[in-house]
């Protein structure tokens, strides 16, 4: 069977979608999705055809909360030329697209603040970019559905509104710390003339502002859309109405939640992000009368979620978890035991992984963009700045060029590690892409990145990678420097997830995987200054490692700036193991590597400064305080290393 490839969702391909539905029946809530996408661009831009826009997704929204599902596509005159020839990477809403909020979660909302507030007088939503700005118009047809004299902006950080006299209802993706949200409403209105709607995770994401004197109004977590579909008597009723079994006859019915893991909205499972979309972990009756352990994972249920329905519905064979089912806001696919990945030795499994990847993309790639070359990501163009002191110029070619190689672009946003199982018939198996929300196309189906981060994931020499790719690629030049680009690009996304992914039942697995992130980066920069040829003279030598402690622990950086790390003094291995492990007893978590011995911190990030204090007393007691360093996690280097 041909696959067919995986479009990576830009403005361009967007704007072009939206063209060629003129006069047709497309869903309401992906036209409503694809007009916001173009307007927020089209603020980006400074387009003039932005007003006509926001006049467009107002007229969207207003028919979505009426309930139509099926709407006649626009005017194909009132999408601007420019954008169907952007080929920029659409920006996701945090939200809508990886955190589990749905369109129908902010008529909830501004119905809660209608109920809750006296407050009749003309209104202007404002969506904080760029979430808001998905969410906000929604509430702002509900309101003007309620008589109101509404008008609907979206802003950054920093930029001005001037409402007169009109109330400012602030609207935004769920909360993390509030502080954007605290600036934006202390710098829009006066005091009592501005107030927050926002769907929140737990309350106490929002207690800053309410600390503050700034009305907030909350859709808690137990009332979004996503989180209700998997309630006990919800989940049969709606895998009844709209799921597609991929095996034809289907199951029988539902058998019952694993205990403990009805919910992950509401149960915590362990490992799970707290911000991870709804999960359930259930069991089918299959028509022998048997019984099928599977996981339920929230999807998007709009054009967020194209590629991951594609991807469950086209992705078969050994290695990932087989898909039982598709919905239009979930994938039912088999549960794996998450107890059986190995803590050492995946790299025996390598060349399997490199398999996998490779035969990944040959059934899944991604459609090659025509007309103009896409600009350079940000990541690559840091990279590139980087890497030549600021002068990208020369440099920036070369490595998109290589990015380019395997048909691969880099994420500029969050990543995911991949994961990977040994089942109990020992076979490999991999989650990632299944079991886990899915984040972005340029993600999902790079084969660089993936190839890149099995250096991380399997803690191998990045060469060794390249060789066991080289040797399935035969007769074109090495993919190393592809590979040491993606790694460089994969690192900081990666990196800037691991405080936000850390819990202390994974404590040992986070420090291994931050320190290998930044022993991987530290050897890919070393390989592209010895590719690159940056002076006449030969490579200057521009790789640094932090000695002082990063902004957050387990937080690895782009290794470049700083200081040389610090190498064992002689007399260094006189250091006993057991005196560090007594030492850190109840205060972190002792992982042995190579020479080195990594400090993972047990308690929760709220405690990592006290936590970062408490190192200042080992270093004390060390006989040479420069044993202790940090590359990723707080590691003590146990032997020389000259």
Known sequence: MTRLPVRPLTVGSLARDLVASEGLAVSALRCYEILTALWVRAEDRGLPEADQLRTLVLRAARRLITGERQVVGPDAGLVPLSLRSDESVVRLPASLAVQGVEWPDLIQLAEKWLSTTSARGPVTVVGVRTGGAYLAPLVAARLAREGLSVTCVCVRPGDAVAPGRRRILLVDDPP??????????????????????????KEDD???????????????????????????????????????????????????????????????WPGLRHRSPARAAFALVTPSGGRQQVVASWVPPGIFGDAARTAATEL????????????PAMVISEELDAAARPAEGMELWLDEAVDYVLD?????????????????????????????????GTVLPRLQRWMASMGSSVPDGRCEAEKWFIDPAGRLRKTGHLTHAYRRDNELFTPLIDLAALTIAFGCDLKTVAAAVDRR?????SCLPALATALLCYGPARGEQLPRTYNPERAADTAREAYRLQSAMSEAALILQETLTLTPNGPRTV????????????????????????????????????????????????????????????????????????LADLAVRLPHPDLLAWCGVPLLQMERTC
């Not at 509030?178 to 769907?199: C, E, F, H, Y």
């Not at 008597?233 to 006859?249: K, R």
């Not at 690629?473 to 030049?477: D, E, H, I, M, V």
């Open 176 to 201: 993390l710390t509030g502080r954007t949200l605290m600036s934006l409403a202390q710098g829009l209105g006066k005091p009592g003339t501005v107030d927050v709607l926002v769907p929140v995770v």
């Open 206 to 268: 929002v207690q800053p502002l309410r600390d503050a004197g700034i009305p907030v109004t909350t859709l808690p977590r137990t009332l979004w859309a996503s989180t209700r579909r998997l309630a006990p008597g919800a989940l049969g009723a709606y895998l009844n109405e709209d799921i597609t079994w991929q095996d034809q006859e289907g199951p029988s019915g539902v058998g019952g939640f694993r205990a403990g893991r009805e919910n992950s909205a509401l149960t915590g």
């Open 316 to 327: 078969d064979g050994p290695v990932p978890p087989a898909t039982v089912g598709v919905a």
């Open 360 to 392: 990944r993309s040959a059934r899944l790639p991604i459609a090659v963009t025509l007309g103009v070359p896409a600009p350079a990501p940000a990541a690559l163009k840091r990279l590139a700045s980087a890497l030549t002191n600021g002068r990208p």
């Open 473 to 477: 690629l035969p007769g074109g030049a």
């Open 543 to 614: 790789l640094r490692r932090w000695t002082g402690a990063p902004g957050a622990l387990l937080q690895p950086v782009l290794p470049f700036g700083g200081r040389p790390a610090p190498r064992a003094p002689r007399g260094g291995a006189g250091i006993t193991e057991d005196a560090i492990v007594q030492w850190a007893q109840g205060r972190f978590e002792v992982v042995r590597t190579s020479d080195a011995l990594l400090l993972a911190p047990l308690g929760p990030a709220a405690t990592w400064p006290d936590t970062a204090a408490a």
